[in-house]
């Protein structure tokens, strides 16, 4: 009888607290916008990291910067596994290669697919084997499916899907396909794992149970977050450290309690418009 | 094979470990697949954990509570309770907090195993209120790493305890299981109680095993049959068959995945026999019935013309008549074209017996399943008598009556009408109540509570809980579960309450089926909310008027239901207003919807009620609501 995991999901080699993530100074336009302008910050092995804003803030570009998405113009980002790499100009999946993976805003699975086979999706960027091994599916190939397979199940028993594994995911509520795709990152075997908006369009307690996933993944594997989140009270509860961007810029940085208390950001948010931070937050 | 000769359960695991050690004793599907244990490993598991407990110094007076869903570890942790002298209880998950303590506190339980985390937490918050707890033990460790508090420990750790244990005291695990007697209390089972605390019944090996041997000798299981245990092990029921049956002939248990797979899981496995509450019977028939309704015009027509076929064999073979040649071949056809793939969805295809316990099952849902060739019986037994006393035999069911006892059983009617029993099952008492064992243990005789008659044949008839009976106007003696059970045959009625005894005529108060009138209101375009604002539809109401005029229809004259109306939240067991097998708490409902009742009696076409909802951050709202009451025409 064995019960809880049997990998781990977390595939850093950094001690908790190390610096893995540095961001250097990053600029971005798009033509005469700037997206970002001389941000810089740093990712801590272990952390949840919550990036927040008004809308427009530069939230997602920063995001899509780390995963490879977007290129700047200017600055630097290092990323830290065992050895600095470079990845400013890395392309998308020598990036998620290294470790890190993401979550879309907007949904983006297989719709067609079950949910095992779009988890297993996420394990293929380890594959060893070469495609002629694959498709006799003999010897190491097999062996390497199977144990991809295994290790899916760990992430299937994190998230608790059982119940839906042969569902298609386009049959799935929409609450089901986050928990899907942010699993589908999981199988990558990430070192941080970059979320963006992974609570937007919930209800209370699918937030929740949301909410508990993601501590889960933190504190029982050890995995690096990164997250953009609209709701505070949610924000507020379970990050370590949260940096604020305003107009592309970086305008604060702290834990919950410091970040509440700053001026600058109780400004900047009503400043602009009132309803997009609640007050009852700030305290 | 013969079963193996022991007295008590772990001497009938040590048993099979020795004759049988590489079958397969448990399955539990774990990251996607069905895990195996064999009887050596099953019997390794219990000894180390058993020896880890006995390490803690648990002593044989006292007791271990277990809490989760069915896992292997349930019946490890009770099996090892029991190898050490001790006795287990088993507790519902979503039981009430204030009578947990109670239990834990009553029963002197002082070591508490439980699944995981949601549970560890709910026992964290009543710790302070524990008197004897020692240790709170966990088996999925998932979200537990931070957790700091001394008395933690993993399902692991103790059986690593165990084998530490071992090296200084070997062979005290073999000793101590053949030290055990018949005459030991194996567990300790919460009756599911009307009113009050719980009471603990005192089960010993020797009445749970009986009772097992009994039933299997008019109902023979063998060792290579299948079974999938996922009712709660806190209800005896389960315990039958998992334990006492299982140790007994040594079928192998199968665990669910989660309590969302259980229906996949069955199907995966098709079990030779399955005990469950009328509830999931009654799920099993709204699911098929709404399935059907979606499917297309020919599946319909070939559906319904084979039921037809079902329904009229099922009948001959309830009057005993051999029914025609032509009646045989359609029948054919009908399990070849239709049965079989609707046994297959329903995980039901090799089932060989099927039983129904706990509550009266409609004779509607008892034809419908007998249709299908689902061998369906009806079982009728207490906590107090290990669950089964009186069973349908093969080829000899009625369904108004809940069978004839089985071997070793003797019934007799008090002169009030109430059934009295006797047999080796009957528990040994109520742990430390000797009031209630006083009064419901007489000269050996155990008595019910429950009203009822034998028939011509000898098949006992139980009417209902004894004070549940009521006069009506007329004064003949009716059951109001009786008229409750035919409404809730109906897929969109999910819960009854009847009232009439007090009253000049009968009324009921109806919870609709969520799911099946929502999805039915949905299909003709009836827009809504809420729970109560789709109850109070006006064609919603006008659909369960029909439901409760064909209900009526079966009825004689004075017991058919004259107004009703559809309540405005569905009766809840955590508000008390049910049992955790779902039986209608009726003197909660009656006090707490006494405006309801009063009004169903009143001369009103509608009633105001104000309700009061927690929201879970404190805050509280009135919410206003105004019920229609349905009076029925024609029937008097």
New interface residues.
Partial sequence: MLRGFTHTLNSSQLKPGETQLEIRDMQLRFGGVTALFNVSLEVKQSEILAIIGPNGAGKTSLLNCISGLYQPQDGKIIYHNGRAHDITHSRPHEIAHLGIARSFQNIELFKHMSVLDNLLSGCHIHMKTNLFASMLYWGPAQAEQIEQRRFVEDVIDLLEIEAIRGHTVGSLSYGLQKRVEMGRALAMKPSILLLDEPMAGMNAEEKEDMARFVLDINEEHGVTIVLIEHDMGVIMDISDRIVVLNFGQKIAEGTPDEVRRNPIVIQAYLGEDQSTFPMKHLG | MTAPVAETFPQFLLAHAQHTPNKIALR?R???IW?A?TWKQYLD?VKYFSLGLMSLNLTPDETIAIIGDNR??WIIAELAAQAAGAKSIGMYQDGVVKEMIYIFNHADVSFIVVEDQEQVDKVLEMWGELKNVRKVIY?????L??YSEDFLMS?EDVQKAGREFEKTHPQLFEEKVAQGKASDIAILCTTSGTTGNPKLAMLSHASMLSMGKSLMSIDPMQPSDEFVSFLPLAWIGEQMMTLSCGLQIGFTVNFP??P??VQ?NIREIGPQAMFSPPRIWENMISRVQVKMEDSTWFKQKMYNWAMNVGYQMADARFKKVTPSPLLKLQSFFAEWLVFQEIKDHLGLRHLKRAYTGGAALGPDVFRFFHALGVNLKQIYGQTEINGIAVVHRDGDIKFQTVGTPIPGTEIKIAESGEILMQSPAVMTGYYRNEEATASSLIEGWLHTGDAGYFDEDGHLIVIDRAKDVMTLHDGTKFSPQFIENKLKFSPYVREAVVFGGDYPFVAAMINIDFPNVGKWAENRQIAYTTYTDLAQKGPVYDLVRKQVEMANTDLPPAARIKRFLLLHKELDADDAELTRTRKVRRNVISQRYADIISALYSQNSHLDVQTTITY?DGRTATLQTRLKIESLNGTS
């Fill in positions: 539990e774990n990251y996607g895990q244990l598991h292997p570890e088996y999925d460790p998932k979200g790493r931070s399902f995945e989660e969302e797979t996949h879970q």
